[in-house]
């Protein structure tokens, strides 16, 4: 066994000893309903400003924050998927697919078959994610860093590829994906039910510019950036050595956490070394890891996204 090894089975066993493994409901339930809140309070914004000049002013943030909330509705999905959302499978996959996957038009079940595959050999050839991003060179070549651009210029060059790449993740994992591993009654009747529900209220309602113009636009045009960005800080620009140095965490503030990494996402060096703790634990079980004088030395810790005392984005792009 290799030290590393030795020390990722004793911090593995002490987040179980000590209570932080296991699912946890109630913060759960608690995330899903402040990020539809925030979505339905950004939508009745917008619908009471239509015939406002705030309109245009107020429309570009919104997208903004409507992406964030997508964002975190995978999240949550992804919780889903590692059942930490709910003691009962029947309940977990419910919430994760109906509430979480259906309105971003995924199938949890597809991404969980890919998703477990990625966290049994995360960084090589048997990772579907390593290998979507880094198998087409075209691809690969926008997930090395340091990229030697500024950070403006950076961006710009990665969003349009970020924006194909999403479209051809969700291709792959749609809604009509694969469910027949859930053990929820009916679920494809379920995900057919909504879908006809909303789009006759839709119909009826006069809808559907609304539903592009909040829904599609915000999808098409910012979330692809704001799941580039996390993708990149959860495994790449990174050494690749060890299994601490193959993922990072990062401490940020509150307004990066809810643009960029809802959820405790960016705890994610400790969600690979103990996938089975949910979100509202990650941070409680970061600060017990750290006492640990050999995590501490060996993990990748960054201080902020875009600003802080050590950000990521030092580590992204290099002066021309």
């Known amino acids: 066994m290799q030290p590393d090894d030795a020390l990722k089975r004793k911090l593995a066993h002490l987040a179980r000893e000590e209570g932080y493994a296991g699912p946890a409901f109630a913060p759960f339930l608690r995330a899903l309903v402040f990020d539809y809140a ?46 930490v959302a709910h003691p009962s499978r029947v309940i977990n996959d419910f919430l994760g697919e109906i509430l979480c996957a259906s309105p971003m038009a ?64 969700l291709g792959e994992n749609s809604a009509a994906g694969n469910t027949s591993h859930s053990p929820v009654p009916g679920l494809k009747a379920m995900r057919l039910v909504l879908y006809a529900t909303v789009a006759l209220l839709l119909t009826a309602f006069g809808g559907w510019l609304w539903f592009v113009l909040l829904w599609l636009v915000p999808l098409v045009l910012v979330l692809p950036l704001i799941m580039r960005f996390r993708s990149i800080a959860e495994h790449f620009a990174l050494a690749h050595t060890s299994v601490y140095d193959g993922s990072r965490t990062v401490i940020a503030g509150g307004l990066e956490r809810f643009l960029l990494a809802p959820h405790g996402i960016n705890f994610h060096l400790e969600h690979h070394l103990v996938a089975s703790v949910p979100f509202s634990r990650l941070h409680a079980l970061h600060e017990r890891f750290m006492t640990n004088e050999q995590y501490r030395r060996q993990a990748h810790v960054n201080l902020g996204y875009l600003t802080g005392q050590r950000p990521l984005l030092r580590e992204l792009f290099a002066p021309t």
């Not at 994610?129 to 403006?152: C, H, I, M, N, Y």
């Open 106 to 169: 995924v199938s949890m079940a597809t991404y969980r078959q890919a998703h477990l595959a990625h966290h049994r050999s995360p960084n090589t050839d048997d990772d579907p994610d390593w290998r979507r991003k880094l198998d087409d060179p075209a691809e690969a070549a926008t997930w090395q860093f340091p990229q030697r651009s500024g950070a403006v210029l950076g961006f710009a060059r990665l969003w349009w590829r970020s924006v194909t790449y999403l479209a051809r993740s």
């Open 38 to 83: 925030v979505l339905t309070g950004v939508i009745a914004l917008i619908l009471w400003s239509a015939d406002s000049v705030w309109l245009y002013a107020l429309l570009p943030c919104a997208w903004v924050v409507i992406a964030s909330r997508q964002h975190a509705l995978l999240i949550l999905m992804h919780e889903c998927t590692h059942g």
